[in-house]
């Protein structure tokens, strides 16, 4: 499995906020590569036909109550039956806490044993949620990404056509910074595309003759954001003078990110373009879109009235 991508378990006690029962075992050491958990409650029953070892075990009610009622002899066979398994790790649901025989089975077969306080069944949904979303298809883009009246803009164009100072005067104008130059995307389902920052250049954006600004600082939290879906993609091109623009907007356009056709509009730069203006107009609009309205189509829609109108005045005459 190697080839594939995993996500660790000391990236997954970290977005889950686990306790780490095994603490001498290294968590950066141990992945898992599905985006599904295992509760092992036929398993501790002695079933493994068809076990997937290969998913996050998650030890809850059933579980726990199962195993108080048993024989220490009986618990101490259970668990080397189980963690001789290959298993990316165990978690304690509801505050329950592993006994000693069980930290001492995870660490002769070093798998990793977490806890958190939360409801079983709850927290199963949450991760599964988070596995999904590491585990996406991804591709890295360079480009801006803004949150605009919720809309996800991805700014794209050459370097040095003005991406980042059209995101700086969106910022200033309310909408909030998702990340500048480079935007790491992933596929969460057929439907979902979510842009985030590296960790490192995140709320950070570059400005040509000035430098580096922290956006969070400068600005304040509330014109930052750590992810957003990407709706709309908006490339900036250089004005040139023998180039068809679309006008009308009859028909959308599309970019294709991730086997997925994201609608995109090709704005061309020139001096005197209020570009920020032009981005919210965009997000609008697109938002107008998806609630079932288009412009375009609604002008089209009365000029055919009036020219209809037109002929029938005619006949009568």
Do not use: W
């Given at each position: 499995m190697s080839d594939k991508k995993g996500v660790s378990m000391a990236k997954m006690a970290h977005l889950m906020d686990l306790k780490v029962f095994?603490?001498?075992?290294?968590?950066?050491?141990?992945?898992?590569?599905?985006?599904?958990?295992n509760r092992p409650a036929l398993q501790i029953a002695g079933y493994y036909d068809h076990f997937d070892n290969a998913r996050i075990q998650l030890i809850g009610t059933v579980e726990q109550t199962?195993?108080?009622?048993?024989?220490?002899?009986?618990?101490?066979?259970?668990?080397?039956?189980?963690?001789?398994?290959?298993?990316?790790?165990?978690?304690?649901?509801?505050?329950?806490?592993p006994d000693e025989d069980f930290l001492k089975a995870a660490e002769k077969n070093d798998?990793?044993?977490?806890?958190?306080?939360?409801?079983?069944?709850?927290?199963?949904?949450?991760?599964?949620?988070?596995?999904?979303?590491?585990?996406?298809?991804?591709?890295?883009?360079?480009?801006?990404?803004?949150?605009?009246?919720?809309?996800?803009?991805?700014?794209?164009?050459?370097?040095?056509?003005?991406?980042?100072?059209a995101a700086l005067e969106l910022i200033k104008r309310g909408h909030r910074l998702v990340t500048d130059d480079v935007v790491e995307i992933r596929k969460i389902n057929e439907h979902t595309l979510i842009g985030t920052s590296p960790d490192i250049t995140r709320y950070f954006i570059e400005l040509r003759g000035i430098g580096i600004l922290d956006?969070?600082?400068?600005f304040g939290v509330e014109c930052v954001k750590e992810k957003q879906s990407i709706d709309l993609v908006i490339?900036?091109?250089?004005?040139?003078?023998?180039?068809?623009?679309?006008?009308?907007?009859?028909?959308?356009?599309?970019?294709?990110?991730?086997g997925m056709q994201v609608v995109s509009h090709n704005l061309p730069i020139r001096p005197g373009r209020n570009l920020a203006v032009i981005c919210e107009a965009a997000a609008v609009n697109h938002r107008q879109k998806k609630m079932g309205y288009n412009a375009a189509k609604e002008l089209y829609r009365r000029v055919q009235a009036n020219m209809t109108r037109f002929s029938d005045e005619d006949e009568e005459e």
């Open positions: 095994t603490e001498n075992i290294d968590l950066k050491q141990h992945k898992t590569y599905v985006a599904d958990v199962y195993l108080d009622k048993q024989t220490q002899e009986k618990k101490i066979e259970i668990y080397n039956q189980l963690l001789s398994y290959k298993i990316p790790c165990v978690i304690f649901c509801r505050d329950f806490k798998i990793p044993v977490m806890g958190t306080n939360r409801n079983t069944s709850a927290f199963m949904a949450e991760l599964i949620g988070v596995l999904n979303e590491q585990l996406a298809p991804s591709v890295t883009l360079h480009g801006v990404l803004v949150d605009v009246y919720g809309e996800g803009l991805l700014i794209t164009g050459e370097s040095g056509i003005g991406k980042s100072e956006v969070k600082t400068l490339n900036l091109q250089t004005y040139k003078e023998d180039f068809q623009y679309d006008r009308l907007g009859m028909e959308d356009e599309y970019t294709d990110i991730l």
